[in-house]
């Protein structure tokens, strides 16, 4: 994203050195540039533009789409009620152990999402190691649900927004929080005051990558919440059945994905650019 | 300088092969099998018993729902054989790629309702399949086991709204083992490979939807030759008899 700041210094050095391209770096880089893009341009090339706009208003389309704009979106929400004061104290308090929680906390972002699945299964699940009280209880099961899809989200999307936030909370100039303490502001009114306005923009950018990763989270969400239109078919579950019935359908369904995905970047651009 | 210090030993191993023809033309030769979620106990037996017969050979199995298959297959995955759990899937392989040898009807299968040990759900029919508040998965209708499900549920008049369509038979099969689904209709040979994970129960419309699994070699596979004795182990007494021990009954 910060490239675009740059445009004149990349002009100029192009210029005076075309002569001393180092090709041992150019050539991969335009490799690696092509394998990013390529695929996606095979999408839109491959796309059945003629009956596109008959297959987007289909009632599966909406369905799909309004529970993957409706769940990630509800998953950002619940990773911002409990993510950020997590990010505030893995920041900001000296707590034994704080390393291991937050090795702990960043697992979910490098295990495969399926294995996040299974282990919500194992513990949520009816039959599993809390769901069963629960289930016990209240005769309420939670795979199969809606609830699980938002679950299976925040799970995998949520240390992105931690990671982010507590990034943000180191980088902040803590004498400003100091002055206000000295002030005679309590810590939660600093906190809500001081230190998450000037974090904002790092809660904004974390925010968008957790939504963005929930939208697309495929893996725990199969597993978890199981799959059926309307209730747990998410998008990219619709894309990976229909690609088994009707590629076309599913050549659709990823049109749409992508174009909310690069929807959410020039979004973001301009919020980002706009910020020092 | 590296490569000729990896080359050396290599000159070695081949040189050595070159001495016992016998073993040489089947030194690291990978056979690829591609087969419907519901054979994986059955093939996988014989997979090893295929490894025995043949050193130096390995057999890949890609099991999935068929129809995940066929598609992989259609869009250019390289595999010799493939076996699938109903024809119109393997007809799909067949008019995409091209299958010689075959396809041949080799088992078939029926439909059962597994449920888990203690039936939580009380289930004894596929009436009651649809009562309010049991928990029913159902293969999604794209895969041969949710065509076979629509078949019966439509032939016995029974309107189920299950909590989630499953990507293949095998994923069913998973969700009454861990006690997450009160009931589902799988392969009478899943129930078996279950043991004692998942209880069987019989119903009479089962014989309104009878899988022929197809098996076939897929053109432009690299081992078509060892495709065809894989195939001709399947046909076997012995391979019948692995198929017949898991529930299947041959055609």
Request: glycine letters at 10%; hydrophobic letters at 50%.
């Amino acid at each position: 994203m910060p490239v675009s700041s740059f445009p004149e210094r990349g002009r100029r050095s192009g210029r005076l050195s075309a002569g001393r391209v180092p090709w041992l770096l150019v050539l991969p880089a335009l490799l690696g540039l092509g394998f990013l893009v390529l695929p996606l341009a095979g999408l839109l090339v491959r796309a059945p533009w003629s009956a596109l706009g008959a297959r987007l208003l289909s009632a599966g389309v909406r369905d799909a789409l309004l529970l993957s704009l409706g769940t990630a979106t509800a998953a950002t929400a619940v990773s911002l009620l409990l993510g950020v004061p997590l990010a505030w104290l893995l920041a900001r308090t000296g707590f034994p152990g704080r390393r291991v929680v937050r090795a702990l906390v960043t697992v979910p972002l490098v295990l495969p999402p399926v294995v996040g699945g299974v282990a919500l299964l194992l513990v949520l699940g009816r039959n599993g190691v809390l769901g069963r009280y629960l289930y016990e209880w209240t005769g309420y099961s939670l795979p199969f649900t809606t609830a699980a899809v938002v679950v299976a989200q925040v799970f995998v999307a949520m240390p992105f927004l931690v990671i982010s936030v507590e990034g943000a909370l180191r980088g902040v100039d803590r004498r400003y929080e100091e002055a206000a303490a000295t002030l005679g502001a309590t810590r939660w009114t600093v906190f809500r005051r001081v230190t998450l306005p000037m974090v904002a923009p790092g809660v904004l950018a974390g925010a968008v990558l957790c939504w963005s990763r929930a939208l697309g989270e495929f893996g725990a969400t199969i597993m978890f919440a199981g799959n059926f239109p309307g209730r747990t078919q998410t998008m990219p579950l619709a894309v990976y059945l229909e690609m088994q019935r009707s590629p076309e359908a599913a050549i659709v369904l990823s049109l749409v994905l992508l174009a909310v995905s690069v929807l959410v970047l020039v979004l973001l651009r301009d919020r980002w650019t706009g910020t020092p | 300088m590296r490569l000729s210090r990896l080359a050396a030993p290599l000159c070695v191993a081949l040189a050595a092969c070159a001495c016992a023809p016998g073993t040489s033309e089947q030194d690291g030769r990978t056979l690829t099998v591609f087969a419907a979620a519901s054979l994986t106990e059955v093939f996988g037996g014989l997979g090893e018993r295929f490894e025995e017969e043949h050193p130096g050979v390995t057999v890949e199995f890609s099991f999935a729902g068929s129809s995940a298959l066929a598609e992989q297959l259609v869009r250019g995955a390289s595999a010799d054989v493939f076996a699938s759990a109903d024809t119109a899937t393997m007809d799909r392989v067949v008019d995409g790629v091209g299958v010689s040898l075959g396809p041949e009807v080799f088992a078939r299968n029926t439909l059962q309702i597994a449920v888990p040990p203690d039936n939580p759900a009380g289930v004894g029919s596929l009436d009651d399949l649809a009562a309010d508040g049991v928990a029913v998965v159902l293969c999604a209708e794209e895969v041969p086991c949710g065509a076979a499900s629509r078949t019966v549920l439509e032939a016995a008049g029974v309107a189920v709204e299950p909590v989630s369509w499953e990507e293949d038979v095998k994923a069913a099969l998973t969700r009454v083992r861990l006690g997450e689904a009160d009931a589902a209709l799988v392969y009478r040979t899943d129930v078996l490979s279950a043991g004692g994970g998942v209880l069987g129960v019989d119903f009479p419309e089962s014989g309104e939807a009878v899988n022929d699994y197809a098996i076939g070699v897929v053109d432009g596979g690299p081992e078509p030759g060892l495709a065809a004795e894989w195939i001709a182990l399947v046909a076997s007494p012995e391979g019948e008899k692995v198929l017949t021990d898991a529930g299947f009954v041959l055609p």
